[in-house]
């Protein structure tokens, strides 16, 4: 029943990296494909907030916080979205998520950044 599954976050200082890996194995190939997908933070005590995204295309966006620091990347074959993190904040802090950019799937678990400073 799982339709998203996200992996990677852990304990890190400031100035270092993590790579968040979200697989989405109930989704076909051929709906993957072509569907935006997105990495959302949620900070401790706030909503969760859209951080980057990527089209089929691979076309990607990010919000001006992570820029220069974040790459999102996605491997269609293994149904799977990246999100490089680097040069982590103390803000960074917090679980991040995957969806398609339309949140139309069921949230995942999430997994835990946290960024000591």
């Known amino acids: 029943q799982v339709h998203l599954v996200e992996s990677g976050g852990g304990l890190v200082q400031a100035g270092e990296s993590l790579r968040l890996s979200c697989k989405a194995p109930?989704?076909?190939?051929?709906?993957?494909?072509?569907?935006?997908m997105a990495w959302y933070h949620q900070a401790p005590g706030k909503q969760r907030e859209l951080v980057a995204s990527i089209t089929g295309s691979r076309t990607t966006n990010y919000v001006d916080s992570v820029k220069g620091r974040f790459t999102i990347s996605r491997d269609n074959a293994r149904k799977t979205v990246y999100l490089q993190m680097n040069n982590l904040q103390f803000d960074d802090t917090g679980v991040y998520y995957c969806?398609?950019?339309?949140?139309?799937?069921?949230w995942g678990q999430g997994t835990q950044v946290t960024v000591s400073s």
């Open positions: 969806n398609t950019i339309a949140q139309n799937l069921p």
């Open positions: 109930r989704m076909i190939t051929s709906t993957f494909n072509p569907t935006t």
